[in-house]
């Protein structure tokens, strides 16, 4: 992976990740224009599928004020995922089946500075499972400050 441009850190603590995927996404050039300024926001998006093609909803990719209004994008518009067919045939079974779903997990440039996606199947974790993540990472911080001052 290349350069990371946003990542959906709240996926990672609400979830439980099975499996990870990269996907590319149909983009419009002042779209790209605001991901290469940074204008983009993972938070709250969410993945669908829609007669057997994977779309990417509520992603927030904000505007460029050099735009012209008649070029302009939607803020929060729906972009279409580009995968093998395989891949999303997977993903769609795991979808069905109960508690899981497919998440974006962060936004980066690859190799060719093509903008891609990382996606990923999930299974929703239970609120004490989300305590046991603190506990840990909390123990863990403290571990490292310890050894630190040691």
Do not use: C, W
Not at 97 to 110: A, C, E, M, S
Not at 114 to 122: L, N, T, Y
Not at 136 to 147: F, G, H, L, Q, V
Request: proline residues 1%.
């Amino acid at each position: 992976m290349g350069e990371n441009i946003a990542k959906n850190k709240k996926a990672y603590f609400d979830y439980f990740l099975e499996e990870k995927f990269e996907a590319g996404l149909v983009l419009k050039g002042s779209e790209i224009k605001a991901i290469r300024a940074g204008r983009v926001n993972l938070k709250d998006s969410f993945i669908r599928f829609v007669q057997g093609e994977a779309f990417l909803f509520n992603a927030h990719i904000g505007r460029l004020e050099t735009t012209h209004h008649f070029y302009a994008h939607e803020e929060r518009g729906s972009r279409k995922l580009l995968l093998h067919k395989k891949q999303i045939q997977k993903m769609i079974k795991a979808v069905e089946k109960d508690g899981y779903t497919v998440v974006p997990l962060q936004l980066y440039f690859n190799d060719r500075n093509i903008v891609k996606i990382q996606i990923a199947i999930a299974k929703g974790k239970q609120l004490h499972d989300k305590r046991n993540d603190l506990k840990e990472k909390d123990m863990k911080r403290d571990m490292e400050r310890s050894m630190k001052d040691y």
